[in-house]
């Protein structure tokens, strides 16, 4: 997958965090995490509604999604796709259509 020169939400340029790259918004979160000693892309987080995140993990072609509430951590998984970035809030309804039938 590609990584985006700037957040392909806001085209901010990315905080890079020992190698790692994310955007904190007062609307969105994205964060790329990539394998230390490869500099291989492992996930990407996104946050949504507050309260959820989102994680692709790419390799595992996994991405699951944890929801924080008062006390509560629950992790659920939805089925895998790429995430198309270049339409942000296209993609956060795709991921809640398939939170639908879980
Ligand atoms: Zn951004």
Redesign the pocket.
């Known amino acids: 997958m590609k990584i985006p020169k700037n ?1 392909p ?4 340029e990315w905080l890079n965090t020992n190698g790692n790259l994310s ?1 904190v ?1 007062n609307d ?1 979160v ?1 964060s790329f995490t990539f394998i230390q000693n490869t500099g291989e892309l492992w996930g990407i987080t996104l946050r949504f509604d507050n309260d959820k995140r989102a994680h692709f993990f790419l390799k595992r072609k996994e991405i699951t999604i944890s929801c924080f509430t008062t006390d509560l951590l629950t992790s659920i998984y939805i089925p895998f796709f790429e995430p198309d970035l270049s339409n942000y809030e296209a993609l956060i309804a795709k991921i809640k259509t398939y939170m639908l039938f879980l």
């Not at 939400?9 to 901010?12: A, F, M, R, S, V």
């Open positions: 957040c939400i806001c085209d901010k955007c918004n969105h994205i």
